[in-house]
């Protein structure tokens, strides 16, 4: 099975970036201005005009192939406040479904989401899930306990503040192995987005893998809007990734490109 999913961060308004979210360059790489994010929004909305999908419609049936484009999933991780001041919000203007990834440690804490607004993402018609409980540096590289701590912990936190079991999540820092759905199939995860850029799904003991495609600030609409209708693959999202990369390894510095760059090639 295919499906496209787009993956966002936070939306901040006239560039202040310390708004919502993790703090720091590494992470501002993702927030996307408002007009940005729109944008963003209004070209996928050009090259889907059948819609975003929601991922708990897809869980648990295995779909046959059909010649219809393949789901498109819109999802947004960390749980920043700008998720309900202005995500859920744009996203309700194109009619989409949003899929908010919450790091459940920092419910509450300032620039994130609060319990009541996790609730009220989700009586808005968005999904919500765990993107961990802490945001570990290298979730891959977590023990089977930690990993076991992390999905289970963020789980029954959110299923608690919303009242029914949640389902879906999404890996934080996209260190994602298969040990890592392995443990969230323990954990009752039933759907786990990754940032492997690609769009073939699979399944680690019963859990479905679902990969993601990067908006990053800076990147042309254009581009989400290709991805969106999957018409970028192969070789164009190659070059695209690498052109991309090295735009964010500018501000980031460090021998953060080469690293990347040899990780895109050797796929
Ligand atoms: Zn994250």
Not at 79 to 85: E, F, M, P, R, Y
Not at 113 to 133: C, F, I, Y
Not at 169 to 187: D, H, I, L, N
Request: with cysteine; hydrophobic share 35%; glycine share 10%.
């Amino acid at each position: 099975m295919k499906t496209v999913s787009l993956m966002f961060h936070d939306a901040v308004k006239d560039g202040d970036f310390d708004e919502s979210g993790f703090p720091g360059a590494g992470a501002d790489l993702y927030k996307l201005d408002l007009d940005q994010l729109d944008s963003h929004f209004r070209t996928v909305s050009g090259a889907r005009p059948d819609g975003s999908s929601n991922i708990l419609d897809l869980i648990g049936d295995r779909p046959e192939k059909t010649n219809v484009a393949p789901p498109l999933f819109m999802t947004f991780d960390d749980g920043g406040v700008s998720a309900v001041i202005y995500i859920a919000g744009m996203l309700e203007k194109y009619g989409w479904t949003g899929h908010f990834f919450i790091t459940t440690d920092y419910i509450g804490k300032p620039r994130f989401v609060s319990e009541s607004q996790v609730r009220e993402l989700h009586e808005r018609g968005h999904v919500v899930g765990s993107h961990s409980a802490s945001h570990p540096e290298r979730m891959s590289k977590c023990s089977p306990e930690e990993m076991h701590d992390e999905w289970c912990g963020s789980i029954s936190r959110l299923s608690e503040i919303l009242g029914f079991s949640v389902k879906v999540a999404s890996v934080p820092g996209g260190f994602y192995s298969r040990k890592v759905a392995a443990a969230a199939a323990t954990c009752g995860i039933e759907a786990l987005f990754t940032s492997e850029p690609v769009m073939n799904c699979y399944h680690v003991d019963g859990c479905l893998v679902l990969g993601r495609y990067t908006v990053n600030n800076g990147m042309e609409p254009s581009i989400s809007s290709s991805l969106a209708a999957g018409k970028m693959t192969g070789g164009k999202l190659r070059q695209h990734m690498l052109w991309n990369i090295k735009k964010a390894a500018k501000t980031a510095g460090g021998g953060f490109y080469d690293s990347i760059r040899e990780k895109i090639l050797k796929k």
